[in-house]
Every structure is written in C-alpha cells, then in structure tokens.
Nanobody, 124 residues
C-alpha cells in the first residue's frame, strides 16, 4: 500500500509559479510510474503530466506543455510538479497518483494509488 500526500498548493496571481510536491510512504516509488491530475469545479478529473519510474520519460497534457515540469527524486520518495506561467484556467484541485503501469501513456483507470489533493487557485 502507498500513501501519497500532496503539498505546495495555494493562491497565486496569473503569470506566477508554484511547485507541488507529492511525498510517498508505505512503499518505495522506484517501481511506480507517477502522474499528476487536476479537477476544476464542475469538470471531470483530467491528466496533467506523468513520469516514468526512473524519470527518463515524461508526458504532458497539451494545455500545460512548456509551462509545467514533472520530476521525481526516488531517494526522497517524492514527485514534483513545477508550474510556471500559471493561468486562471489552471485553477483546480491537483492530485498525485501512482501506477504499476510501465508506460507514461497509461490512462487514469490504471492508476492504483491517489493522494487527497491540493488546491491551486490562480487569480486574474
């Protein structure tokens, strides 16, 4: 079993930056592919970014390409999401998730463990 805890959310002005962290306990993340998802009010949860087990491969939603960067530190059992040039439409609850899948293209249904989420609010 893996417990995931997100942190780093908050209120930021448009154009600003935030760095989200996802700390894991209960199991090493080394053998898990990791992803970030978000859910805006009234919308379904959506994929944001994913990273392979050793960090060599990443995948991003088109809406965040060039602005967000996913990374991981397996020694710290932590995954990060650096968010730059934030826009009001990035406002959402951001969730960290872990998957036993080997591909960063895995659909949401193949993620096995989820955090509780952290709120990101971008003001215009």
């Amino acid at each position: 079993q893996v417990q995931l805890v997100e942190s780093g959310g908050g209120l930021v002005q448009a154009g600003g930056s935030l760095r989200l962290s996802c700390a894991a306990s209960g199991r090493t993340l080394t053998n898990l592919m990791m992803g970030w998802f978000r859910q805006a009010p009234g919308k379904e949860r959506a994929f944001v970014a994913s990273i392979s087990r050793i960090g060599g491969t990443t995948n991003y939603a088109d809406s965040v390409k060039g602005r967000f960067t996913i990374s991981r530190d397996n020694a710290k059992n932590t995954v990060y999401l650096q968010m730059n040039s934030l826009k009001p439409e990035d406002t959402a609850v951001y969730y960290c998730a872990a998957s036993r899948s080997v591909t960063v293209l895995a659909p949401m249904s193949l993620y096995d463990y989820w955090g509780q989420g952290t709120q990101v609010t971008v003001s215009s």
